[in-house]
Protein backbone atom coordinates (compact mmCIF):
# COMPACT_ATOMS: atom_id res chain seq x y z
CA UNK A 1 0.00 0.00 0.00
CA UNK A 2 1.43 3.09 -0.87
CA UNK A 3 1.38 5.92 1.66
CA UNK A 4 3.18 8.64 3.65
CA UNK A 5 2.03 10.74 6.31
CA UNK A 6 4.47 13.47 5.76
CA UNK A 7 6.38 14.76 2.95
CA UNK A 8 10.14 14.63 1.79
CA UNK A 9 9.38 18.76 1.54
CA UNK A 10 8.64 18.62 5.45
CA UNK A 11 11.20 16.14 5.89
CA UNK A 12 13.55 18.33 4.18
CA UNK A 13 13.16 21.27 7.13
CA UNK A 14 16.16 22.41 8.96
CA UNK A 15 13.62 21.50 12.02
CA UNK A 16 14.23 17.85 11.02
CA UNK A 17 16.84 16.72 8.91
CA UNK A 18 17.46 19.56 7.23
CA UNK A 19 19.10 19.63 4.01
CA UNK A 20 21.40 16.92 4.39
CA UNK A 21 20.35 15.15 1.59
CA UNK A 22 18.60 15.62 -1.86
CA UNK A 23 17.75 11.98 -2.72
CA UNK A 24 13.92 12.37 -2.43
CA UNK A 25 13.48 8.43 -2.92
CA UNK A 26 15.75 7.48 -0.06
CA UNK A 27 14.07 10.28 2.26
CA UNK A 28 10.24 8.72 1.04
CA UNK A 29 11.01 5.44 1.75
CA UNK A 30 11.89 6.35 5.82
CA UNK A 31 8.68 8.24 5.60
CA UNK A 32 6.85 5.39 4.72
CA UNK A 33 7.93 3.69 7.09
CA UNK A 34 7.69 5.68 9.52
CA UNK A 35 3.86 5.88 8.45
CA UNK A 36 3.35 2.20 8.82
CA UNK A 37 4.93 1.82 12.12
CA UNK A 38 2.92 4.78 13.10
CA UNK A 39 -0.28 2.00 11.47
CA UNK A 40 1.13 -0.68 13.89
CA UNK A 41 1.32 1.13 16.72
CA UNK A 42 -2.16 2.91 16.49
CA UNK A 43 -3.99 -0.65 15.08
CA UNK A 44 -5.50 1.47 12.27
CA UNK A 45 -4.57 3.57 9.05
CA UNK A 46 -5.05 6.93 8.43
CA UNK A 47 -4.91 6.61 4.67
CA UNK A 48 -8.48 6.08 2.82
CA UNK A 49 -8.59 2.56 1.03
CA UNK A 50 -12.15 2.09 -1.15
CA UNK A 51 -14.02 -0.57 -2.20
CA UNK A 52 -14.93 -4.07 -0.42
CA UNK A 53 -14.46 -5.56 2.92
CA UNK A 54 -16.17 -8.27 4.43
CA UNK A 55 -17.28 -8.73 8.25
CA UNK A 56 -18.76 -11.78 10.06
CA UNK A 57 -22.12 -11.52 10.66
CA UNK A 58 -23.62 -9.67 14.02
CA UNK A 59 -27.19 -9.72 15.90
CA UNK A 60 -27.84 -6.25 15.47
CA UNK A 61 -24.44 -3.86 16.21
CA UNK A 62 -21.42 -4.23 13.97
CA UNK A 63 -18.03 -2.95 15.55
CA UNK A 64 -15.68 -2.83 12.40
CA UNK A 65 -12.06 -3.78 12.54
CA UNK A 66 -11.83 -0.68 10.27
CA UNK A 67 -12.40 2.61 10.37
CA UNK A 68 -15.20 3.71 8.14
CA UNK A 69 -15.69 6.99 6.35
CA UNK A 70 -18.60 6.83 3.91
CA UNK A 71 -20.95 3.86 3.17
CA UNK A 72 -21.65 2.95 -0.60
CA UNK A 73 -23.92 0.10 0.19
CA UNK A 74 -24.33 -2.98 2.51
CA UNK A 75 -25.10 -6.25 1.35
CA UNK A 76 -25.90 -9.19 3.46
CA UNK A 77 -25.18 -13.22 2.75
CA UNK A 78 -28.51 -14.32 5.36
CA UNK A 79 -28.14 -17.98 4.52
CA UNK A 80 -24.45 -18.68 4.22
CA UNK A 81 -24.19 -19.32 0.54
CA UNK A 82 -21.65 -16.99 0.04
CA UNK A 83 -24.33 -15.17 -1.92
CA UNK A 84 -24.85 -11.33 -0.76
CA UNK A 85 -28.83 -11.23 -1.92
CA UNK A 86 -29.99 -8.78 0.49
CA UNK A 87 -28.81 -5.02 -0.17
CA UNK A 88 -29.57 -2.69 3.24
CA UNK A 89 -31.62 0.46 2.58
CA UNK A 90 -29.96 3.03 4.43
CA UNK A 91 -33.09 3.52 6.25
CA UNK A 92 -31.94 0.24 7.76
CA UNK A 93 -29.04 1.00 9.26
CA UNK A 94 -27.54 3.49 11.57
CA UNK A 95 -23.64 4.84 11.42
CA UNK A 96 -22.16 5.97 14.94
CA UNK A 97 -21.49 9.17 16.00
CA UNK A 98 -24.06 10.30 14.57
CA UNK A 99 -23.71 13.89 15.93
CA UNK A 100 -20.86 15.01 18.31
CA UNK A 101 -17.54 17.12 17.53
CA UNK A 102 -15.94 14.36 16.03
CA UNK A 103 -18.20 12.76 13.09
CA UNK A 104 -15.43 10.89 11.60
CA UNK A 105 -14.41 7.97 11.17
CA UNK A 106 -17.29 5.88 11.76
CA UNK A 107 -16.85 3.05 14.58
CA UNK A 108 -20.46 1.20 14.96
CA UNK A 109 -23.03 0.20 12.55
CA UNK A 110 -26.43 -0.28 14.47
CA UNK A 111 -29.83 -1.66 13.20
CA UNK A 112 -32.41 0.49 14.45
CA UNK A 113 -35.71 -1.02 15.81
CA UNK A 114 -37.46 -0.39 12.35
CA UNK A 115 -35.57 -2.06 9.93
CA UNK A 116 -36.74 -4.43 7.51
CA UNK A 117 -33.98 -7.15 8.39
CA UNK A 118 -33.97 -9.21 11.59
CA UNK A 119 -30.29 -9.02 11.74
CA UNK A 120 -26.89 -8.06 10.15
CA UNK A 121 -26.45 -11.53 8.96
CA UNK A 122 -25.79 -12.94 12.52
CA UNK A 123 -23.31 -15.78 12.83
CA UNK A 124 -22.95 -16.29 9.39
CA UNK A 125 -18.65 -16.04 8.61
CA UNK A 126 -18.31 -12.87 6.24
CA UNK A 127 -21.92 -12.71 6.45
CA UNK A 128 -21.93 -8.78 5.84
CA UNK A 129 -20.09 -6.90 2.80
CA UNK A 130 -19.52 -3.59 2.60
CA UNK A 131 -19.07 -1.18 0.21
CA UNK A 132 -17.68 1.99 1.04
CA UNK A 133 -14.01 4.29 1.70
CA UNK A 134 -12.17 3.41 4.75
CA UNK A 135 -9.55 4.63 7.03
CA UNK A 136 -9.42 7.44 9.51
CA UNK A 137 -8.77 10.31 7.13
CA UNK A 138 -7.97 13.79 8.80
CA UNK A 139 -10.83 12.58 11.81
CA UNK A 140 -12.68 16.04 10.32
CA UNK A 141 -14.15 14.84 7.27
CA UNK A 142 -15.66 11.76 5.03
CA UNK A 143 -13.16 13.69 2.04
CA UNK A 144 -10.48 14.28 3.66
CA UNK A 145 -8.57 16.09 1.23
CA UNK A 146 -8.25 19.83 0.14
CA UNK A 147 -7.85 21.90 -3.13
CA UNK A 148 -4.51 21.68 -4.61
CA UNK A 149 -5.12 25.09 -6.09
CA UNK A 150 -3.72 23.45 -9.16
CA UNK A 151 -5.07 21.64 -12.24
CA UNK A 152 -3.81 18.89 -14.33
CA UNK A 153 -1.94 20.58 -17.90
CA UNK A 154 -2.28 17.25 -19.88
CA UNK A 155 -4.38 17.23 -22.41
CA UNK A 156 -5.10 14.59 -21.69
CA UNK A 157 -3.66 12.66 -18.67
CA UNK A 158 -4.11 8.86 -20.43
CA UNK A 159 -3.99 5.52 -18.23
CA UNK A 160 -1.15 4.28 -18.97
CA UNK A 161 0.47 7.57 -17.87
CA UNK A 162 3.17 7.80 -14.88
CA UNK A 163 3.82 11.72 -14.98
CA UNK A 164 1.57 14.51 -13.53
CA UNK A 165 2.32 18.09 -15.45
CA UNK A 166 0.82 20.54 -13.19
CA UNK A 167 1.20 24.33 -13.16
CA UNK A 168 2.82 25.38 -10.27
CA UNK A 169 7.04 23.81 -9.94
CA UNK A 170 7.59 21.61 -7.46
CA UNK A 171 7.87 22.22 -3.61
CA UNK A 172 5.61 24.75 -3.98
CA UNK A 173 2.78 22.47 -3.86
CA UNK A 174 3.83 19.24 -4.67
CA UNK A 175 6.02 16.62 -2.77
CA UNK A 176 7.01 12.97 -2.93
CA UNK A 177 5.07 11.64 -0.19
CA UNK A 178 1.32 13.21 -1.17
CA UNK A 179 -1.61 11.28 -1.91
CA UNK A 180 -3.48 13.05 -4.41
CA UNK A 181 -6.71 12.65 -5.74
CA UNK A 182 -7.97 13.85 -9.24
CA UNK A 183 -11.50 12.57 -9.93
CA UNK A 184 -11.96 9.34 -8.48
CA UNK A 185 -8.87 8.52 -9.03
CA UNK A 186 -6.51 8.09 -5.89
CA UNK A 187 -2.35 9.18 -6.87
CA UNK A 188 0.88 8.69 -4.78
CA UNK A 189 3.46 11.33 -5.49
CA UNK A 190 7.13 9.84 -5.76
CA UNK A 191 9.53 12.42 -7.11
CA UNK A 192 8.78 16.25 -8.45
CA UNK A 193 10.79 17.62 -10.78
CA UNK A 194 9.20 21.59 -11.97
CA UNK A 195 6.43 20.78 -13.08
CA UNK A 196 6.19 17.14 -13.65
CA UNK A 197 5.22 14.89 -11.31
CA UNK A 198 5.73 11.11 -11.01
CA UNK A 199 2.92 9.25 -9.45
CA UNK A 200 1.86 5.74 -9.12
CA UNK A 201 -1.33 5.56 -10.18
CA UNK A 202 -4.66 3.77 -9.12
CA UNK A 203 -3.74 3.23 -5.43
CA UNK A 204 -5.84 2.61 -2.42
CA UNK A 205 -8.54 0.47 -4.28
CA UNK A 206 -8.93 3.34 -7.24
CA UNK A 207 -8.41 2.67 -10.96
CA UNK A 208 -6.51 4.50 -13.44
CA UNK A 209 -8.91 6.66 -15.70
CA UNK A 210 -7.93 9.67 -18.04
CA UNK A 211 -8.23 13.28 -16.75
CA UNK A 212 -8.52 15.88 -19.25
CA UNK A 213 -6.70 18.92 -18.70
CA UNK A 214 -8.03 21.74 -16.01
CA UNK A 215 -9.13 18.98 -13.63
CA UNK A 216 -8.61 19.94 -10.48
CA UNK A 217 -6.15 18.39 -7.87
CA UNK A 218 -7.07 17.24 -4.40
CA UNK A 219 -4.19 16.84 -1.62
CA UNK A 220 -5.06 14.24 1.30
CA UNK A 221 -4.72 15.57 4.43
CA UNK A 222 -4.36 13.64 8.22
CA UNK A 223 -4.17 14.51 11.57
CA UNK A 224 -1.64 17.52 12.54
CA UNK A 225 -0.02 14.90 15.25
CA UNK A 226 0.23 11.94 12.90
CA UNK A 227 1.96 14.03 10.66
CA UNK A 228 4.40 15.41 12.85
CA UNK A 229 5.07 12.08 14.56
CA UNK A 230 5.80 10.35 11.10
CA UNK A 231 8.35 12.93 10.66
CA UNK A 232 9.89 12.43 14.15
CA UNK A 233 10.07 8.58 13.03
CA UNK A 234 11.98 9.79 9.53
CA UNK A 235 14.13 11.62 11.48
CA UNK A 236 15.08 8.65 13.71
CA UNK A 237 15.46 6.39 11.29
CA UNK A 238 17.83 8.62 9.54
CA UNK A 239 19.87 9.92 12.67
CA UNK A 240 20.31 6.30 14.27
CA UNK A 241 22.15 5.54 10.93
CA UNK A 242 24.80 7.64 12.77
CA UNK A 243 24.32 6.55 16.10
CA UNK A 244 22.00 3.57 16.99
CA UNK A 245 21.52 4.91 20.75
CA UNK A 246 20.93 8.75 20.70
CA UNK A 247 21.05 11.36 17.93
CA UNK A 248 20.54 15.81 18.67
CA UNK A 249 18.43 16.71 16.08
CA UNK A 250 17.07 19.70 15.05
CA UNK A 251 18.49 23.14 15.17
CA UNK A 252 19.05 26.63 17.41
CA UNK A 253 16.34 28.27 15.56
CA UNK A 254 13.23 25.37 15.56
CA UNK A 255 14.91 23.57 18.94
CA UNK A 256 16.37 20.42 19.43
CA UNK A 257 15.36 16.97 20.39
CA UNK A 258 17.01 13.86 21.58
CA UNK A 259 16.17 11.07 19.45
CA UNK A 260 16.88 7.26 21.35
CA UNK A 261 15.93 4.10 20.48
CA UNK A 262 12.44 4.07 22.57
CA UNK A 263 11.12 6.36 19.99
CA UNK A 264 8.22 3.91 18.75
CA UNK A 265 7.34 4.16 23.09
CA UNK A 266 7.34 8.02 22.70
CA UNK A 267 5.13 7.76 19.67
CA UNK A 268 2.64 5.32 21.66
CA UNK A 269 2.82 7.92 24.25
CA UNK A 270 2.52 11.02 22.36
CA UNK A 271 -0.50 9.21 19.69
CA UNK A 272 -2.61 7.94 22.64
CA UNK A 273 -5.81 9.11 21.95
CA UNK A 274 -5.27 7.85 18.42
CA UNK A 275 -4.68 4.40 18.95
CA UNK A 276 -7.91 2.19 18.39
CA UNK A 277 -9.17 0.03 21.17
CA UNK A 278 -11.76 -2.63 21.21
CA UNK A 279 -14.77 -1.00 22.63
CA UNK A 280 -16.65 -3.46 25.65
Known amino acids: MYKSYATWAMLSDPGYIGTVSTNQSALLRMLETASETIDRICHRHFNTWEGIQYFDGVARVLVPDEDILSITEIDLDQDGSQTYSKTLATSDYLVYPLSGP ?145 YMSGSTATGTYTITKDAEKLTADRLWSYIKRKLS
Open 102 to 246: QLFPKYMIKLPINTSVGSLASSIPAGIKITGVFGYGNGLSATPYSDSGDSVQDNPMTISQSTLTVTNPGGNTFSPGQTLRIGSEQMYVTAVLGTTVNVVRGVNGTTATPHIKTTEIYIYQYPSPVVDETLLLATAIWKQRENPAA
